[in-house]
């Protein structure tokens, strides 16, 4: 990684650690009994969505209350100028937010403008009508991607320096990943891009491959991390390799989306079949990224709702039978989600070299 980019990774890593210090928030609610299906329901829904603190565990104590116990993460807002907060103020939208003479209240997952008395309005499609700040906190999401970045630089730093003092032979970590660095190297970007420009792609490779299984690692732990689940971050390494792809194409590339025929017909010829085939081309730049998005997005999201859904299950049977059951299958759901994990990585990684690939293809002219 670039020099800059470590610094920024460094500096944002601490900025997020210094502001949210790791106490714990006691939140108390009455609420009205709900059904058992419904909260398992809103239970799922809570765990997939991103969220302003990393949410530990709930009971309900004697007077029967909610208590959440829970780590707050900083508040950062965009409205007339930066506002900056604890999400303790929060209550998990219970209460309202007042910064200033500003006032701030969480629904459904989204921070709204709002008065002392914490008014929401609706349209009639039920839609919040309340004005939203520039929203730029430090969500879990955030955090557990700004973690995983610090990790990956700390292993591969650590691989690079045994690399240098053992005369380029691994030493203790570094020999767990040292495969599959070569792996990467050897029979995904190799083959796929070709050996006169592999190497260019490399860093990039490594960097998505490691970063979305240590990320889908990250969301099968209690602490509830769905980061690859969420489709703006998919949507973000997409376009990366979309950019990646476009500005990195030789005139061949560029030609056999335009010109894909080439010289085997007369020009005359060709305008009919170009009204059809130069549209699909183009339709297929953007189809392709678009694949990677969705095909990550997707998988992660079911292997959540699925891991999720079995372990309420057993809160609903309530049976000898039933709950053993719903734990067998719930556990082992989560050993092929440690498969998934990896092979949603390679996936993304095998496709995004392939693509470079198509770029960085060159023909012999005659």
């Given at each position: 990684?670039?020099?800059?980019?470590?610094?920024?990774?460094?500096?944002?890593?601490?900025?997020?650690?210094?502001?949210?210090?790791?106490?714990?928030?006691?939140?108390?609610?009455?609420?009205?009994?709900?059904?058992?299906?419904?909260?398992?329901?809103?239970?799922?829904?809570?765990?997939?969505?991103?969220?302003?603190?990393?949410?530990?565990?709930?009971?309900?104590?004697?007077?029967?209350?909610?208590v959440?116990?829970?780590?707050?993460?900083?508040?950062?807002?965009?409205?007339?100028g930066?506002?900056?907060?604890?999400?303790?103020?929060?209550?998990?939208?219970?209460?309202?937010?007042?910064?200033?003479?500003?006032?701030?209240?969480?629904?459904?997952?989204?921070?709204?403008?709002?008065?002392?008395?914490?008014?929401?309005?609706?349209?009639?499609?039920?839609?919040?009508?309340?004005?939203?700040?520039?929203?730029?906190?430090?969500?879990?999401?955030?955090?557990?991607?700004?973690?995983?970045?610090?990790?990956?630089?700390?292993?591969?730093?650590s691989?690079?320096?045994?690399?240098?003092?053992?005369?380029?032979?691994?030493?203790?970590?570094?020999?767990?990943?040292?495969?599959?660095?070569?792996?990467?190297?050897?029979?995904?970007?190799?083959?796929?891009?070709?050996?006169?420009?592999?190497?260019?792609?490399?860093?990039?490779?490594?960097?998505?491959?490691?970063?979305?299984?240590?990320?889908?690692?990250?969301g099968?732990?209690?602490?509830?991390?769905?980061?690859?689940?969420?489709?703006?971050?998919?949507?973000?390494?997409?376009?990366?390799?979309?950019?990646?792809?476009?500005?990195?194409?030789?005139?061949?590339?560029?030609?056999?989306?335009?010109?894909?025929?080439?010289?085997?017909m007369?020009?005359?010829?060709?305008?009919?079949?170009?009204?059809?085939?130069?549209?699909?081309?183009?339709?297929?730049?953007?189809?392709?990224?678009?694949?990677?998005?969705?095909?990550l997005?997707?998988?992660?999201?079911?292997?959540?709702?699925?891991?999720?859904?079995?372990?309420?299950?057993?809160?609903?049977?309530?049976?000898?039978?039933?709950s053993?059951?719903?734990?067998?299958?719930?556990?082992?759901?989560?050993?092929?989600?440690?498969?998934?994990?990896?092979?949603?990585?390679?996936?993304?990684?095998?496709?995004?070299?392939?693509?470079?690939?198509?770029?960085?293809?060159?023909?012999?002219?005659?």
């Open positions: 990684m670039p020099t800059a980019f470590n610094k920024f990774i460094l500096f944002s890593a601490l900025w997020a650690a210094v502001f949210s210090a790791p106490h714990t928030l006691h939140a108390k609610e009455s609420e009205t009994p709900k059904d058992l299906k419904t909260e398992i329901k809103e239970y799922i829904s809570h765990h997939l969505e991103d969220a302003y603190d990393f949410s530990l565990f709930s009971y309900t104590n004697a007077q029967g209350e909610h959440y116990i829970s780590i707050p993460l900083p508040v950062v807002l965009w409205d007339e930066l506002q900056i907060f604890s999400s303790t103020k929060l209550h998990h939208g219970k209460e309202v937010a007042q910064v200033g003479t500003h006032y701030y209240k969480l629904e459904h997952g989204k921070i709204y403008k709002t008065d002392a008395g914490g008014t929401i309005n609706y349209d009639e499609a039920h839609h919040v009508t309340n004005s939203a700040p520039l929203d730029l906190s430090i969500t879990k999401g955030v955090v557990s991607m700004l973690f995983i970045a610090l990790l990956m630089f700390w292993i591969f730093r691989l690079a320096k045994t690399y240098g003092e053992n005369g380029g032979v691994p030493a203790g970590i570094g020999r767990f990943f040292e495969p599959i660095v070569l792996y990467i190297r050897d029979d995904i970007a190799r083959p796929n891009i070709g050996e006169k420009k592999y190497m260019k792609y490399m860093n990039f490779l490594l960097t998505v491959f490691f970063f979305v299984w240590f990320l889908n690692l990250l099968l732990t209690p602490l509830g991390v769905n980061v690859t689940g969420n489709i703006a971050v998919t949507f973000g390494l997409a376009l990366l390799t979309f950019i990646i792809t476009n500005f990195t194409g030789t005139k061949d590339y560029w030609l056999h989306l335009f010109d894909p025929l080439g010289s085997s007369k020009w005359y010829a060709k305008i009919p079949l170009y009204i059809i085939l130069i549209p699909i081309e183009v339709l297929g730049v953007f189809i392709k990224p678009f694949s990677l998005l969705i095909r997005y997707a998988n992660m999201q079911a292997g959540h709702i699925v891991l999720m859904s079995l372990i309420g299950l057993m809160f609903i049977f309530k049976s000898w039978l039933g053993p059951l719903s734990f067998g299958l719930a556990f082992a759901i989560s050993l092929i989600e440690l498969l998934v994990a990896l092979l949603q990585a390679y996936i993304f990684t095998m496709l995004s070299a392939l693509y470079f690939g198509f770029a960085a293809e060159e023909h012999e002219h005659h």
